[in-house]
């Protein structure tokens, strides 16, 4: 769906269902606005909500365990462009988990250590429960000196709760490079 007028580049909105074979019905709710083409001017970014066994079904889980808890997932960006060449952006993502991917040990105080390869293997089938979650931050800034090329700097750190517990992450600073063709 095209929101704004502007059709070189589009807004837009998108929604989708579906049910698995054991009619666990899951949802996504998606928007995005370009900051060239928005209604407030230079101001754009995404948004993004999932959601997990929309009825509360009961399922078995990878992990063997039965649940039927309700989840949600999501992710947002928020740009502002400055100029033509300054963009700055903050992002979050927020998720349900309880299988952070293959474990790598346990550390002094018996907690279990999760490798952040694993984290990021999507064959790690996670399974997600709403007594644990992973919030991902994000600032950063997005610089095209001149056209096609450009340079993202951004600091960018995930947390992790497992019941009441916080894992805080002292975060990291990226710096990616690229062309646009």
Known sequence: MQLSGDTANQVGFGAGFNMNKDGVINGILSFNEDPAASPIRNLGGFFQMEFMNIGGKE????????????LFACIAQMEYRVNRNVMPYIFAWYVPSIDYGAAEGTDADGNTIYSRQAYNNFNDNPTYDADNLTLTTKLGCKITPFERFYIDVWYERTDQKAGDTWSLDAGLISVCCGINL
């Open 59 to 70: 399922y078995t889980a990878p992990n063997a365990q039965v649940y039927d808890e309700f």
